[in-house]
């Protein structure tokens, strides 16, 4: 199957800084690039859209000011959280899509102190 | 806004019996998928049914499909202790392929005691 690699797995940080999350589909190219927040006991919540080269766009409530999403080629797209505060701690998920399938990286625990 | 609508919410069962869980959806769909999840970990992709199937088997997954309703059903039979997991269904909308969006059900936490 596709692999698909996030980086860090987990990160801790304190309030107020920023943190970028990595996602890289190592063996296939994504065009399109979902990125997944998921809180605790919770399902996966779909937070951005990107298509390569393009502006993601964001669901309704998610700030796209504060959830910075650079999908700069086919093969990486990155998170950032910024300004991140404890209710922004969750598990991040990213999801690259190549014509005909999606795949799911490993998530990033997110701890904001 | 969720597509999926999984029951029940949790499931209790014993090592070698059957398990059922139930997703309803409410748009027009390309296809439906059931992931798993191990607490804390990442998805794991189980089977995928599409709209013109009924039923699909995989090992001692079983899915069922029914458009009319808007609901889908996965039975794993002979279950064992390592299948405690989350399960979620997932539907990729028909939207004339522009505007795709894979959303997840609410999940099942099923959890089979040894």
């Known amino acids: 199957g596709a692999v698909v690699s996030q980086h860090p797995s987990r990160v801790i940080c304190k309030s107020g800084t920023s943190v970028k999350i990595e996602c890289r589909s190592l063996?296939?190219?994504?065009?399109?690039m979902f990125w997944y927040r998921q809180f605790p006991k919770q399902s996966l919540m779909l937070m951005a859209t990107?298509?390569?080269?393009?502006?993601?766009?964001?669901e309704q409530g998610v700030e796209k000011d504060k959830f910075l999403i650079n999908h700069a080629s086919l093969t990486l797209s990155t998170l950032t959280v910024t300004s991140a505060h404890p209710e922004d701690s969750s598990f991040y998920i990213c999801?690259?899509?190549?014509?005909?399938?999606?795949?799911f990286g490993p998530g990033t625990r997110l701890t904001v102190t | 806004s969720q597509q999926g609508e999984e029951d029940p919410q949790a499931l209790s069962i014993q090592e070698g019996e059957n398990a059922t869980m139930n997703c309803s959806y409410k748009?027009?769909?390309?296809?439906l998928q059931w992931y798993r999840q191990n607490s804390g970990r990442g998805l794991v992709h189980l089977i995928l049914?599409?709209?013109?199937?009924r039923e699909k088997h995989s090992g001692r997954l079983r899915v069922t499909l029914d458009t009319s309703k808007k609901s889908s059903s996965l039975l794993i039979t002979a279950s064992r202790a390592a299948d405690t997991a989350s399960y979620f269904c997932?539907?990729?909308?028909?939207?004339?392929?522009?505007?795709?969006?894979?959303?997840f059900g609410k999940g099942t936490l099923l959890t089979v005691n040894p």
């Open positions: 999801s690259p899509r190549s014509p005909g399938m999606q795949y």
């Open positions: 063996d296939f190219q994504a065009t399109t």
């Open positions: 990107s298509n390569e080269g393009s502006k993601a766009t964001y």
């Open positions: 748009t027009s769909i390309n296809n």
């Open positions: 049914i599409r709209s013109n199937e």
């Open positions: 997932a539907t990729d909308p028909f939207s004339g392929g522009s505007n795709y969006k894979l959303t």
